[in-house]
Structures are given as structure tokens and as C-alpha cells.
T-cell receptor, first 114, second 113 residues
Framework: KNQVEQSPQSLIILEGKNCTLQCNYTVSPFSNLRWYKQDTGRGPVSLTIMTFSENTKSNGRYTATLDADTKQSSLHITASQLSDSASYICVVSPASGGSYIPTFGRGTSLIVHP | DAGVTQSPTHLIKTRGQQVTLRCSPKSGHDTVSWYQQALGQGPQFIFQYYEEEERQRGNFPDRFSGHQFPNYSSELNVNALLLGDSALYLC????????????FGPGTRLTVT
């Protein structure tokens, strides 16, 4: 069964600090992995997308890494801001010629305090 | 260029009732997927529509049904509502074959009392 596990479940940091969120997956064969940011009660917004051949992708203060061998990904947030407070969701898509159903993690809830 | 839009924003229904949620995809997109997101959980795939047909379906009962119109917009219908159907319902659109680049709408918050 395809699964995506995220850790930690929640995280509280002070404004200006860095943090790293983790994502482990069992989806196989693997096509791509995306990190989304979701504000409370809103739809997810894509931050990064990586294929199996990529091991790092940046989007401003967000940097995602991928190790396809160990099936692990991380999202590093640099110099956090209050607006970074949100849920961060890891989504893994299978490589399939026919059926396609992405697997979502439960998300990491990040709270940035002033 | 409007992104994915959904209506209504919020909805309150009573157990046993039926509900219809609507979604308009991003311009240039022809594929619509629906997700259910319970509080504190990740989105769960309900089904995907392309060319007015349901192409793939997640693990949801037949009470959940949908429709796609010629203009690519879509509806999600839920019959015989249960308290457990209370959730944020997300619509995502993409181009066929590029579901990994889907864009999400703001969602419809459904509360069943």
C-alpha cells in the first residue's frame, strides 16, 4: 500500500529561525514528489516539485531535497516569517501508464511565533 | 487568468440530506479531481473527471458521485449525508496526463449536523 509519512506532526519555532520538515514514502514506482503549503481552511499551494532524478529544488526561502534511494524528502525553511505558519503537505505521485492516484501525507503544522 | 474556483465557500446540511458542490477549473485545464480533507488530515482522493467521464476513483462509497460538463467544470454530489462527511472539499484541475501539476481551489467547507 502506498503511504506517505510526515514528521514532526507539529512544530513551533521563533520568527527568523530555520526548520526542516521530513517526508518518508513507500510509493513505488515513483514519479514525482511535491511539497504544498496550506493555510488554514484554504486550498494547498504548490511550493516545489521534484522528479526521481532531482535531489534538490528551491523556491525562495524553501528548499526541498529528495533521496529516491531511501525514499525520503525534506523541506527546509530558512529565516522563518510569521506568514510561514501553515500546514506543509508532502504528496507523492506514482509512475503508472494508466491509473494515477497521488498519495498525500497528513501534513506538518508549523507555527511561527514572533 | 482566474485560477480554480469553487462554490459555495461554506455549507451547512443536516444528516440524510443531499449536497452539490461546484468547481470551475483553471483556464486551459481539462481534468478535474476532487478531494476530501477532514480536519487535521491530508486530502483524500475521491475521483477524477476527464472528457465528462469518471476516470479514476478513490475509496469512497457510491453516495459520492460527480459530473463534468462540456466546459470542463465539475460537480460533486453527496447523498444521504453522514456526520463523518463534514470536511473541506477540494477541487484540483490540471491538463490531462499532467495531474502532478494540478492546481487547487480554495475549497468548500461542508458541515453536517
Amino acid at each position: 500500500k502506498n503511504q506517505v509519512e510526515q514528521s514532526p506532526q507539529s512544530l513551533i519555532i521563533l520568527e527568523g529561525k530555520n526548520c526542516t520538515l521530513q517526508c518518508n514514502y513507500t510509493v513505488s514506482p515513483f514519479s514525482n514528489l511535491r511539497w504544498y503549503k496550506q493555510d488554514t481552511g484554504r486550498g494547498p499551494v504548490s511550493l516545489t516539485i521534484m522528479t526521481f532524478s532531482e535531489n534538490t529544488k528551491s523556491n525562495g526561502r524553501y528548499t526541498a531535497t529528495l533521496d529516491a534511494d531511501t525514499k525520503q524528502s525534506s523541506l527546509h525553511i530558512t529565516a522563518s516569517q510569521l506568514s510561514d505558519s501553515a500546514s506543509y503537505i508532502c504528496v507523492v505521485s506514482p509512475a503508472s501508464g494508466g491509473s494515477y492516484i497521488p498519495t498525500f501525507g497528513r501534513g506538518t503544522s508549523l507555527i511561527v511565533h514572533p | 487568468d482566474a485560477g480554480v474556483t469553487q462554490s459555495p465557500t461554506h455549507l451547512i446540511k443536516t444528516r440524510g440530506q443531499q449536497v452539490t458542490l461546484r468547481c470551475s477549473p483553471k483556464s486551459g485545464h481539462d481534468t478535474v479531481s476532487w478531494y476530501q480533507q477532514a480536519l487535521g488530515q491530508g486530502p483524500q482522493f475521491i475521483f477524477q473527471y476527464y472528457e465528462e467521464e469518471e476516470r479514476q476513483r478513490g475509496n469512497f462509497p457510491d453516495r459520492f458521485s460527480g459530473h463534468q460538463f462540456p466546459n470542463y467544470s465539475s460537480e460533486l454530489n453527496v447523498n444521504a449525508l453522514l456526520l463523518g462527511d463534514s470536511a473541506l472539499y477540494l477541487c484540483a484541475s490540471s491538463q490531462q496526463g499532467r495531474t502532478y501539476e494540478q492546481y487547487f481551489g480554495p475549497g468548500t467547507r461542508l458541515t453536517v449536523t
